[in-house]
C-alpha cells in the first residue's frame, strides 16, 4: 500500500476492574485480542464498507503487563491489500497506568513514551460481493 492509501485505526480505553482476570487486578492478555478485533473492524468498515471477518492472527506478543485503571491505545494499520484479503498488523500501548503513591490511591501518571504491551499481525477478509468501501472501488 502506499502512503497516501494507508487506512489506520485507533481507539483508546480505561481497563477496569471487571478486566481484572489475575491476582495483582492482572488484565487477561486475550483483552489486547479483543481490542485488536475491534480496530480491524473499523479497518474493514473503512476500507470495504463492510465488517469482513477476521480469518487468523499470524503472531500475537505479549510484552508487558496490563492492570486495571492503565489506559490503553490500540492501533492497526492495514498492510496488504488482496482480492478480499486484508493483512493487517496491531500495537497496544499503556499510556497511563496508576502511580502507587502511599496516601494516594487515585494518582496516575502519563507514559511519555507509551509502554508497547502487545503486538500482532492478522488476516481478514471481505467477500468480493460485500466489498464496496474507496480502496476496492479504486483496483
Known sequence: MTETTS???????????????YAGDLVDGAKMLQ???????????RSDGDEGLFVAYDKVEF????RAGDYIEAVGTITRLG?????????????????????????????DPPVVVCRASGTCVVPAECQRGALSQAR
Open 7 to 21: 487506512i489506520t485505526s485507533m481507539i483508546r480505553l480505561r481497563m477496569g476492574s471487571h478486566d481484572a482476570h
Open 35 to 45: 481490542l485488536f478485533g475491534d480496530v480491524a473492524t473499523e479497518l474493514l468498515i
Open 63 to 66: 510484552l508487558a503487563p496490563v
Open 83 to 111: 482480492k478480499t484479503s486484508r493483512a493487517m498488523t496491531f500495537e497496544a500501548r499503556k499510556v497511563i497506568t496508576a502511580a502507587y503513591i502511599s496516601g494516594q490511591p487515585s494518582a496516575c501518571d502519563v507514559l
